[in-house]
T-cell receptor, first 113, second 115 residues
Framework: DGGITQSPKYLFRKEGQNVTLSCEQNLNHDAMYWYRQDPGQGLRLIYYSQIVNDFQKGDIAEGYSVSREKKESFPLTVTSAQKNPTAFYLC????????????FGPGTRLTVT | AQSVTQLGSHVSVSEGALVLLRCNYSSSVPPYLFWYVQYPNQGLQLLLKYTSAATLVKGINGFEAEFKKSETSFHLTKPSAHMSDAAEYFCAVRGGYNQGGKLIFGQGTELSVKP
C-alpha cells in the first residue's frame, strides 16, 4: 500500500531536549511538507521541500530544522529553541507543481513538559 | 496572496439534515481549492478538489462543493448528514508557484451531528 507514515504517534519530551519526528512516503512524490496544528488555528506550514537536498522555510520555521537526503524521507527536528513545541505535527507530500492535492500522514502528537 | 476564511468554527446539524460548511477564498491567480476532513487524532483526508474544470465538484462520502467565482466561495454541502460525518473540515487554497505549492488552510469547522 502506498502512503505516508509518521512515527511515533505520541511523543513526550522534557523541555530543553531536541526531538526528531519521522516522515516517510512511498508515493514517489517529489514535494514534502511539514505542518503544525494547534486548536482553533488550522494548519501552519513549517518547512517544505520540492526536491532532494533542498528545502525552504515556511511560515513558522523558527525553532525547527529539517533535512531531505532521500526522496522518501523528510524528518523534522524540534529544537529547544522552539518556544511552544507542544502540538500535533502533520507531514504531507504531493507531486511537484500543478493542480495536485497533498496527501497527509497520520500525524505525531508531541507533548513537551 | 492567497487566503481562506471558513465561516463558523462549529456547526451542528441533526442526522438526515442538510450539511452546509462555508468557505470563502482570496486569490490573485485562478485558484485550486480543496476540502479535507480530519477525524480526531488523525491526519487529513481529501474530500474533493476544484482545479478549474467543472464548477460543481463531487467528492467522497456524498459531499460536493460548488465553485462560485463571483462570490469567491467554495461551500461544502451534503444533502443528508450521517453520524459518521462528525469531524473537523478544512478548506484550503493552493499557494502560488513561488510559494512551493503549499496549501493555505482555513481555521477549520467542527461538524457535530445530533441523533
Amino acid at each position: 500500500d502506498g502512503g505516508i507514515t509518521q512515527s511515533p504517534k505520541y511523543l513526550f519530551r522534557k523541555e530543553g531536549q531536541n526531538v526528531t519526528l519521522s516522515c516517510e512516503q512511498n508515493l514517489n512524490h517529489d514535494a514534502m511538507y511539514w505542518y503544525r496544528q494547534d486548536p482553533g488555528q488550522g494548519l501552519r506550514l513549517i518547512y517544505y521541500s520540492q526536491i532532494v537536498n533542498d528545502f525552504q522555510k515556511g511560515d513558522i520555521a523558527e525553532g525547527y530544522s529539517v533535512s531531505r537526503e532521500k526522496k522518501e524521507s523528510f524528518p523534522l527536528t524540534v529544537t529547544s529553541a522552539q518556544k511552544n513545541p507542544t502540538a500535533f505535527y502533520l507531514c504531507a507530500s504531493s507531486i511537484f507543481g500543478g493542480r495536485q492535492e497533498q496527501y497527509f500522514g497520520p500525524g505525531t502528537r508531541l507533548t513537551v513538559t | 496572496a492567497q487566503s481562506v476564511t471558513q465561516l463558523g468554527s462549529h456547526v451542528s446539524v441533526s442526522e438526515g439534515a442538510l450539511v452546509l460548511l462555508r468557505c470563502n477564498y482570496s486569490s490573485s491567480v485562478p485558484p485550486y481549492l480543496f476540502w479535507y476532513v480530519q477525524y480526531p487524532n488523525q491526519g487529513l483526508q481529501l474530500l474533493l478538489k476544484y482545479t478549474s474544470a467543472a464548477t460543481l465538484v463531487k467528492g467522497i462520502n456524498g459531499f460536493e462543493a460548488e465553485f462560485k467565482k463571483s462570490e469567491t466561495s467554495f461551500h461544502l454541502t451534503k444533502p443528508s448528514a450521517h453520524m459518521s460525518d462528525a469531524a473537523e473540515y478544512f478548506c484550503a487554497v493552493r499557494g502560488g508557484y513561488n510559494q512551493g505549492g503549499k496549501l493555505i488552510f482555513g481555521q477549520g469547522t467542527e461538524l457535530s451531528v445530533k441523533p
